[in-house]
């Protein structure tokens, strides 16, 4: 009875995604009418995120909180990436950076921090002089110092955009459920790297965290947006899905630890490799757990 109850969820989740995806396509007389849901739609669509189960103190046998970078450069995590260009695009596809900044601004996500610790909060005016930046020519100046008002056209503003970002680092805690007898991961914090937005035009960029998301707090946005799938464009894939399935690639860059947190880097310092392997040591040492659970 549990498989038949999960089964017909599942079908009801794909259908709720296929839905998503046809809205009206076949149906539409003129293409304002593509993508506008019958009153049908509407109410048999599922608009919310898959709660989280309920996970007492107690009922964790074991916990490690992990930091890791996700390579946008990787093919794997391209559907994170894209798409960088929207001019020529329906407004249905839009990169994971500009969902979250439209969300940002609009209100829909408000759980934005400067740290992975959550401790200082952030608004978007907050955060507006790390995505654009504004810069006046030499006649500009010039202008200046004559006491005359600066030309429009001799003023620069130059904006971090979707292509800007190589990578974004995530927060999660890795832990085992003995209720359940298993080991699973929760998603804590999500940040957009990006260049500094005063040397992005230079040879040497230097990268920052532009801001951390309070995962939980984004899904409902997450869950509305969609990614594209390379293998059925009838049927996208949320990023709350790529996110909380883990479907993408990532590299250990941090575990918690009695060293205040140090990052691998510092201790394993120049020499990549050796930074590698300590990230797969790091990632075997959790895997461990589990297996070691049922071996005597």
């Excluded at 790390?130 to 810069?135: A, E, M, P, T, V």
């Amino acid at each position: 009875m549990n498989m038949r109850n999960f089964l017909i969820m599942a079908i009801a989740l794909i259908g709720g995604v296929a839905s998503y995806a046809q809205s009206n396509l076949l149906n539409a007389r003129i293409p304002e009418e593509i993508g506008l849901k019958t009153k049908a739609q509407q109410i048999s669509d599922n608009d919310k995120p898959l709660a989280y189960g309920y996970v007492h103190d107690r009922d964790v046998l074991m916990g490690k909180m992990v930091w890791e970078i996700i390579d946008l450069s990787e093919r794997i995590n391209f559907p994170l990436y894209f798409p960088i260009d929207t001019a020529n695009i329906g407004s249905d596809r839009r990169s994971l950076y500009d969902v979250l900044t439209r969300a940002i601004k609009s209100g829909a996500i408000t759980e934005v921090y400067s740290d992975s610790y959550f401790n200082t909060k952030k608004t978007f005016k907050d955060i507006q002089a790390s995505l654009s930046r504004i810069d006046t020519t030499d006649a500009g100046r010039e202008q200046i110092n004559a006491g005359q008002k600066v030309s429009a056209e001799y003023i620069m503003k130059s904006d971090l955009t979707a292509q800007d970002v190589t990578q974004y680092k995530i927060k999660g805690f890795w832990y085992f459920d003995k209720r359940q007898s298993e080991l699973k991961y929760r998603l804590l914090g999500i940040c957009p790297v990006t260049p500094d937005v005063y040397t992005m035009n230079s040879d040497e960029k230097d990268y920052i965290e532009l801001f951390w998301i309070f995962f939980p707090d984004a899904r409902e946005v997450l869950h509305e947006a969609k990614s594209f799938n390379n293998k059925n464009s009838a049927m996208p894939i949320s990023f709350d899905q790529i996110l909380n399935s883990r479907r993408f690639n990532s590299v250990i860059y941090k575990e918690e630890n009695v060293y205040g947190d140090r990052e691998i880097k510092e201790y394993m310092k120049d020499n990549a490799q050796n930074q590698l392997l300590e990230a797969e040591r790091v990632k075997e040492k959790i895997r461990d757990f589990e297996s070691d659970m049922w071996n005597y």
